[in-house]
């Protein structure tokens, strides 16, 4: 799976997404940092990458319709969540991304569990 990981996630959650055996890309690796959101969803769509982030602004399917995308991840985090937390929602995620494919769907993924929007119906 091709991954795009949003500025605020470091090396060691990406060495997880590497160790599961996925293609990932940063946004700090690519110069991206500061990028609007709409650019970045333009990028990842065009990578077809999905991005994932902390930013609930890409929750929003009308904004970002995540069909046209390779998909979009929004990984809830309470405010100055420890290293371990957040290590365990993105294993979370990469259990949930090796059961079910995100290409196209928005999940929201919240500690013990993963909400994942219908999407068909959005325009």
């Given at each position: ?93 990469l259990t949930m991304v090796a059961q079910t494919a995100v290409s196209g769907q928005l999940w ?16």
């Open positions: 799976m091709r991954f795009k990981l949003d500025e605020n996630f470091g090396t060691r959650t990406q060495r997880l997404f590497v160790e599961a055996g996925h293609d990932v890309h940063t946004v700090r690796h690519e110069l991206l940092q500061g990028a609007s959101d709409e650019q970045l969803y333009r990028v990842c769509c065009a990578e077809k990458r999905c991005l994932v982030t902390f930013d609930l602004d890409f929750a929003n399917p009308l904004r970002f319709p995540p069909g046209k995308s390779g998909g979009i991840v929004v990984i809830r985090v309470p405010r100055n969540p420890s290293l371990t937390l957040l290590e365990d929602l993105v294993e979370q995620t929201v993924v919240e500690p013990g569990h993963v909400r994942i929007y219908d999407t068909e119906n959005v325009e």
